[in-house]
């Protein structure tokens, strides 16, 4: 059962795909009912030391405080509605917990439980409230927190005051990269079980030889909601940014108490301690997010510390909070689900390596990664299942999410692509602390992030059965459906569908496995290894709404489809971003092939970056009946990490091959694939030699050979 609240007024039922699905409604705030903010810092920095500190593989310990930690709180509302928001910095803190501390303030406010998103900043320089890995909970500290946390919601509910809120988004990409990178096929690592399983992992280095790109794309969004007085004076504020963390000396706040502080002068002129404003710094969705972005070079020096750091954030939510339009009683309401999930439980013969590797430890503390993952396996085996709490809440026509998960950046893009507010803002580590979600074509690519554990350890359907639920969530506070998602129609766009082609796949999907034709229904297939929503090609011509266009990118699986109507005379136009190094393998990627699936030898007819054995870099167009090949190549060496325009133009034994609009390599190259063989493959050959390794994008085929002037 999924159990979704709201409010306490009235109740119904109703099922859903034989879920059964409980809600209490209380109506939303009418439009003249006033609304009211009450915020407030509360001190939670430990008072007995050392301390336990989470956030590392092994236990590690602090006896000194290096900057004050805090409860950040917000209770907003009406007379007929409250809620509380509260940021605090922590790592992350278990359900357990927060239900306590939450019990405690809803006996002392009257606030419902339900009402109430408690987050966690996820710095890893602060105590350890969760036992994961191979920390424990402080045993001193949680008791010291439950209580904090309960007295930080009584008194900002003692201190609610008429006010105005308003919000705006800005940009902060130059702040924020991908920390996890797939890997080239050959350079796999092991996973803490001694097999080579990890295809993707994290923090590769700058340009590393060893990866291929980035598994997914960052969210730059910097969303900052402020709240003022009726005649004006700042009152809180509330920013929310997808950064994992910066790094900081143990005990301290880390970039998110820097933020908070800073942002406080600027906005008040007075130091946080003097003034009663307050602001706070949530963690976004960054499951899959570092500030390293490791696409460019390395640098001969750091480009920031921590302060400069925080200081280009301040000032991107500065110039963001002066766009701000405020508005005075807005609509608010919340809603919670409680989903249930399994572990990824360990097999029996995981089962028996765990209890033969936790046999041979001395004492209670893990020494290595291995004995830490064997520890997981065995209390993930007694663990079973869970149940997680979901929440939505809505001020107007903005959308606050809280998951207790680490997001990656790609879930928390899809909830506010389709979410029905104009404004969607995720808090991640929300109301508990139950690992990481990454989307289920992640699971296949392993790594640190997929290995079964408390930090990681939820079923592989997770992440979308959250995503659903969330919108949901999302729905119903709203009043409204889920927005439906159509690219816009960029010129270049428009120029290739003049052009009708019979399959035109723009492959910005979310996820896979269906590649939708935009112009004439025949859709593809991802197959298992693609991950998606990358940044694309020429956003400013293949999008008319000034965002990114996107696309997949290759790890080892291929995009595929039957087109039966193909013929002798056929045209390819692509996109492609190169992931592998050209001398790393005999050929460095096929980008498209056309013959029967897993024919022996490859017999077909293909197009692709020449490797080690010949034509390093270079186009290479081919037909090969399995024992001779015929070939032309072109002459420019393409370079890695970059995007190119790609038409193949056959006509008869005659081809042409086009790069970035001009003429590159042509000759005669007699077809050894049948006129009716519609199977075609993009990123990968169709036996499944040297698939592409890397970004393929705006894929459109013509059942004619494009002229030579349609060709540029």
Known sequence: EIFITIGVDSMFRFSINLITVVLIFSSISPLWAEFRLGAIVEDITPEVL??????????????????????????????????????????????????????????????????????????????????????????????????????????????????RVGWAVGDAADYTAVRRWVRRPDRMQLDPFGNRTARANMHPGYRSLDATGPAGPIDPDLSVIAFQSLSGEPLALLANFSMHYYGAPSVGADYFGLFSEKITEKITGQKSSQTGFVAAMSQGTSGDIYLRDYLKPEPDEPPHDISSYTDALVEIALGTYRRIEYQENPPVAMAEAKLPLRYRIPDKQ????????????????????????????????????????????????????????????????????????????????????????????????GGYNTWPARSAGLEVEAEPKIVETVLSLLETVAGKPRRPIKLPDGPAVQATKKLSPLVYWRMDEFNGPRIEDSVRHTDGVYESGVVYYL??????????????????????????????????????????????????????????????????????????????SGNTGRIVFSSSDGKEEVAVSGKQVIERWTWNHLLLVREGARVRIYLNGQLEAEGNVPSSVAANVGQIFVGGRNDSFSNFEGRVDEVAIFDRALSNDEAI
């Open 50 to 163: 050392p301390v336990l500190i989470n956030g590392g593989m092994l236990s590690r310990s602090a006896d000194e405080i290096h900057t004050p930690i805090h409860a950040r709180t917000f209770v907003i509302g009406n007379e007929d509605e409250r809620m509380a928001i509260v940021i605090v910095d922590s790592c992350m803190m278990p359900r357990d917990l927060l239900d306590e501390a939450k019990r405690r303030a809803s006996e002392r406010t009257g606030i419902p439980i339900e009402n109430m998103l408690i987050s966690a900043t996820h710095a890893h320089s602060v105590p350890s409230t969760f036992a994961v890995l191979g920390t424990e909970a402080d045993a001193n500290y949680v008791p010291f927190l439950i209580e904090k946390l309960a007295d930080a919601i009584t008194k900002a509910a003692e201190r609610m005051v008429p006010a």
């Open 535 to 612: 940044d694309g090609p020429r956003s400013d011509l293949y999008r008319d709404d000034g965002k990114l266009n996107r696309s997949p990118h290759f790890a080892g699986g291929r995009a595929r489809a039957y087109i039966e109507e193909l013929g002798t005379n056929y045209s390819i136009s692509l996109w492609f971003w190169n992931g592998m190094p050209n001398n790393a393998r005999e050929v460095t990627g096929y980008l498209f092939s056309r013959g029967h699936d897993y024919a022996f030898g490859g017999a077909g007819e293909h197009l692709a970056i020449g490797g080690n």
């Open 350 to 445: 995981r089962l028996h390596w765990a209890w033969s590797v936790v046999s041979q430890i001395g004492g209670d503390t893990s020494k290595d990664r291995t004995q830490v993952y064997a520890r997981e396996a065995i209390i993930l085996d007694k663990l079973q299942e869970t149940e997680i709490i979901l929440q939505a809440l809505r001020i107007g026509d903005l959308g606050i999410t809280a998951m207790p998960n680490e997001v990656y950046a790609l879930t928390g893009l899809k909830l506010k692509a389709w979410s029905p507010f104009s404004t969607t803002v995720n808090i991640e580590l929300a109301n508990g602390a139950e690992g990481y979600i990454p989307p289920p074509e992640q699971h296949l690519l």
